[in-house]
């Protein structure tokens, strides 16, 4: 018998299962494949050194501002070199792995290739979870379960806290690990606004590896193809620039959805059990940034956890706390804002944002609006918003 049963161990899971164990708990984290790379962009804001700090020494690409360009190119540029800690990009099979024995390290259990597919049920209630593995399938009983498990997750579906995800809710993207030479500055991140809902991004890493990939987002999604758009990417004039080099090698490439239309926040919380990270929709509208909120919301959910299993106390109405948790309400407010902004932006196919983005280039007040919005979360002004409307 566990004392937290975990189905995932991607972000969400690795800092839950870590901060539980750290605290004395006995937990089990499942995980379906750690040899499985995640499709994403692996942009991790410096953030994230404050929930692992350890990642300061590995040798991850750093980078020190952004490149953003709108659908007829205009282009935004920020650099936060000397203002603030570098961000890092990476590659998630590395980086995961990195977080997994974080959580190893501080006694949590690993069990790997360990598919989780339904709950156990005692007097109706759920107690545990059952993974297959290759010796069978496996009861994993616990006081407390987080389901961890990403956009795939068959338990949140089975949980009968929230429906199955909609496409119009989602990002899709499809992305790559490629090598050669970039003819841009490689100590920034590129993001390239799409007439349709979505974006492009060119992430360098090191040794001359980049991360590239492109995405829709709601509605979109069923209106255009991810292979065909993404291969239009490349062929479009503006990247084919950037990509001016000779003998551009592909190491690997993968398409994988993320939400996009906010948290799910009447499913955080069930009687003993918990929905973290992407599972719960924690991974930001307009930019898709998943990483640090998956991981604060891990840590939330384990210290509400950890409260509850001290009290034993693991009702739903205990585990309330978790959505009443100060870092997580600040996180819904923040995705509400911007789910908000993403109809507001991608209006007229990307007209809206190419406005937007000559008013930035005009006047260095509604410049630094458009760059604290996409970067600091901060939302336009009313003047610069009633400016959009009019022009
Ligand atoms: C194409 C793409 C690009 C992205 N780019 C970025 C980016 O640049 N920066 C950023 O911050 N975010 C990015 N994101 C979002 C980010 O990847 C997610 O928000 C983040 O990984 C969520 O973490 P998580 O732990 O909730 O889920 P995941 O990272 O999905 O982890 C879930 C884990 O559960 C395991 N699992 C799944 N099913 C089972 C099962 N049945 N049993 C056991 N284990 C299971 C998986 O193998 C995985 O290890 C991107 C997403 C996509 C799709």
Not at 104 to 111: P, V
Not at 226 to 252: A, C, Q, R, V
Not at 267 to 290: R, V
Request: proline share 3%; hydrophobic share 35%.
């Amino acid at each position: 018998m566990f004392d937290v049963v975990i189905s995932g161990a991607g972000p969400a899971g690795c800092k839950s299962a870590e901060i539980l164990a750290k605290a004395g708990f006995k937990v089990a984290l499942l995980e379906k494949n750690t040899n499985w790379r995640k499709p994403c962009g692996g942009g991790v804001s410096s953030r994230i050194f404050k929930y692992y700090p350890q990642l300061r020494k590995h040798d991850y690409h750093k980078i020190n501002g952004v490149s953003m360009y709108s659908s007829d190119y205009d282009n935004l540029e920020y650099s936060w070199g000397g203002i603030r800690e570098s961000s890092i990009n990476v590659d998630r099979l590395e980086f995961d792995n990195v977080i997994r024995n974080v959580a190893i390290d501080s006694g949590a259990e690993l069990f790997d290739k360990h598919v989780s597919y339904d709950f156990i049920y005692k007097d109706g209630k759920k107690v545990g979870i059952k993974a297959k593995s290759k010796s069978g399938s496996i009861d994993f009983l616990g006081k407390i379960l987080l389901i961890a498990d990403g956009m795939s997750s068959k338990l949140a579906n089975k949980s009968g806290l929230r429906k199955k995800w909609n496409i119009n809710d989602m990002y899709q993207a499809k992305c790559a690990i490629m090598e050669g030479e970039l003819s841009l500055d490689t100590s920034k991140i590129s993001l390239f606004f799409q007439k349709y809902k979505g974006y492009g991004w060119i992430f360098p890493l090191k040794d001359n590896h980049f991360n590239i990939g492109c995405g829709t987002c709601n509605e979109d999604n069923s209106k255009y193809n991810l292979n065909e758009i993404y291969n239009d990417f490349f062929k479009d004039p503006f990247i084919k620039k950037i990509l001016s080099g000779s003998n551009y090698k592909t190491h690997w490439s993968g398409s994988y959805p993320m939400p996009g239309s906010g948290i799910i926040d009447r499913a955080l919380y069930g009687d003993n059990l918990m929905i973290i990270g992407d599972a719960c929709g924690f991974c930001s509208p307009i930019s898709g940034e998943g990483i640090h909120p998956s991981v604060v919301s891990g840590q939330a959910a384990a210290e509400v956890a950890i409260n509850a299993l001290e009290n034993d106390e693991i009702s739903a109405q205990s585990l309330k706390k978790y959505k009443q948790y100060p870092n997580i309400k600040k996180i819904i407010r923040n995705f509400k804002m911007k789910v908000s902004m993403v109809e507001f932006f991608f209006e007229n196919k990307g007209k809206q944002l190419n406005a937007l983005f000559k008013l930035a280039k005009s006047d260095d007040v509604y410049r630094e609006e458009v760059i604290n919005m996409f970067l600091f979360n901060k939302p336009l002004s009313k003047e610069l918003l009633q400016l959009l409307k009019t022009t």
